[in-house]
């Protein structure tokens, strides 16, 4: 990162924030995903020792998304009113329980309460810490932010994908849930303890020109915010709504691809699961270094419609195309990778859309709204999956192309957003550069 100073101008304003809070913000929410998508490596024993089909398999990694709704609204609520570190750490713990419990099932039954009340405990993280996010980062600089911490999504598959490869080459997939159900505790709890405060005003690691600078441009960004008028008024927008259902859309299409991503690769190359475990590996890389460019460009011009529609479009013909010629292995994995890396840089210019949606005093209640509801397509996308697995004989071609209809439309949805939720080109100050990086 660089800083203030380093872009050009005249007050440093340090870089504090981007190399301890971002990074153990993504580390977080590194485990947490491993925990929550590790299910898809485990499918094939899960399937021949619990004895279920396709279908059964996809219920299973989709109704984490059912229990995850309980906690959007109280996670955001509770980190804008209460303490993120204080929540956060408290659903650590809890997840951690239940993901060593996906080891211990004896049956479907358990398995779906067992990620049901995973989905529950890891439900308030994502809002929990966009509040904290927004606590320390300002608009001109929050595409960036939400994107570099959203690495978390193909960072965590870049170490799921080899390491759960890796772990069932010597063990099952009890053995898997288990070794990764205890990140939890001695990797994410004790780092978010040590490094996270909830605001400038109480971080004693902090200069004094950093929290100055940070205070005063928020400030500045709240001057032309509507007025607080609780929190009905999340429901009553419009504009929330349909960062809802572009949000539902995109789920749909991102974990309908995330939780079958193995087995596409499986039947295309017929590797084993060390194999399939780095070629899943390989996308998110691409993924990544998509999302920070997609990012920084929103950051330029806050057009963040433009940029999120751009990135489903590229994502949704890639992927049929990567399904379609699957016969030539070579391409169809490069296609592929072009596919995640479209459906993961949205990330950024949505969040930082998102958090300007609504006054600050209610965006916490907003951002949980909208990934309450939207990662119900999380429960649509892996299951309807599998049944159309099932219905067509085990061809992913159809399965592909319900995926990319879903994200092409909330892409074209995303584009109808006005406002501050999309100010365009004429809401960016030229005179000012953020600490995380040059414009």
């Known amino acids: 990162m660089m800083t203030t100073a380093d872009a050009g101008t005249a007050t440093p304003i340090g870089r504090t924030r981007w190399l301890r809070l971002i990074p153990v913000a993504v580390i977080v929410y590194v485990i947490s995903f491993m925990d929550r998508t590790n299910i898809s490596f485990a499918f094939s024993g899960l399937g021949q020792e619990l004895g279920i089909d396709k279908a059964q398999q996809g219920l299973a990694g989709g109704i984490f998304f059912i229990g995850y709704l309980v906690l959007q609204i109280p996670g955001g609520h509770l980190a804008e009113r209460w303490s993120a570190k204080k929540f956060v750490a408290i659903m650590i713990v809890a997840w951690g329980i239940f993901a060593v419990l996906s080891g211990v099932v004896q049956d479907f039954g358990q398995?779906?309460?067992?990620?049901?009340?995973?989905g529950v405990a890891e439900g308030g993280i994502w809002p929990a810490i966009l509040v904290l996010i927004s606590h320390w980062f300002p608009t001109e600089e929050r595409a960036r932010a939400f994107g570099?911490?959203?690495?978390?999504?193909?960072?965590?598959?870049?170490?799921t994908a080899p390491l759960s490869g890796w772990i069932l080459s010597f063990s099952d997939w009890r053995g898997l849930f288990f070794i990764q159900g205890a990140l939890p505790f001695v990797i994410a709890l004790p780092l978010w303890l040590w490094l996270v405060a909830d605001r400038p005003s109480r971080a004693k690691w902090v200069g004094p020109a950093e929290r100055e600078w940070i205070e005063r441009s928020l400030a500045e960004d709240e001057k032309d915010a509507p007025a607080f008028a609780g929190y009905g008024q999340v429901f009553r927008s419009g504009v929330v709504w349909r960062l809802v259902v572009v949000y539902f859309l995109i789920q749909v299409g991102f974990y309908g691809l995330t939780l079958w991503l193995p087995t596409l690769l499986k039947a295309t190359t017929g590797g084993n699961s060390?194999?399939?475990?780095?070629?899943?590996?390989i996308p998110y890389v691409v993924a990544a270094v998509a999302m920070y460019l997609n990012a920084r460009a929103a950051d330029r011009n806050r057009r963040y419609g433009f940029h999120v529609l751009v990135s489903l479009?590229?994502?949704?013909?890639?992927?049929?195309?990567s399904v379609a010629l699957g016969s030539i292995p070579v391409l169809s994995?490069?296609?592929?990778c072009v596919a995640t890396a479209g459906v993961l840089a949205y990330d950024g210019p949505f969040w930082a859309s998102a958090s300007l949606a609504v006054p600050v005093a209610l965006a916490?209640?907003?951002?949980?709204?909208?990934?309450?509801?939207?990662?119900?397509?999380?429960?649509v996308g892996p299951y309807l999956g599998g049944y159309l697995q099932d219905l067509s004989g085990g061809s992913f071609l159809s399965t592909s192309i319900v995926l990319a209809v879903a994200l092409l439309l909330g892409g074209l949805i995303m584009i109808t957003l006005r406002g501050r939720a999309n100010p365009g080109p004429a809401a960016v100050k030229p005179e000012t550069t953020s600490a995380g990086g040059a414009r």
């Open 111 to 118: 398995l779906l309460v067992v990620r049901f009340l995973l």
């Open 274 to 281: 060390v194999l399939v475990g780095w070629l899943t590996a």
């Open 313 to 321: 479009v590229v994502g949704a013909v890639a992927l049929v195309a």
């Open 364 to 379: 916490g209640g907003a951002m949980g709204l909208v990934n309450a509801l939207g990662n119900l397509g999380g429960f």
């Open 333 to 336: 994995i490069a296609l592929v």
């Open 148 to 159: 570099i911490w959203m690495m978390n999504i193909p960072l965590s598959s870049i170490i």
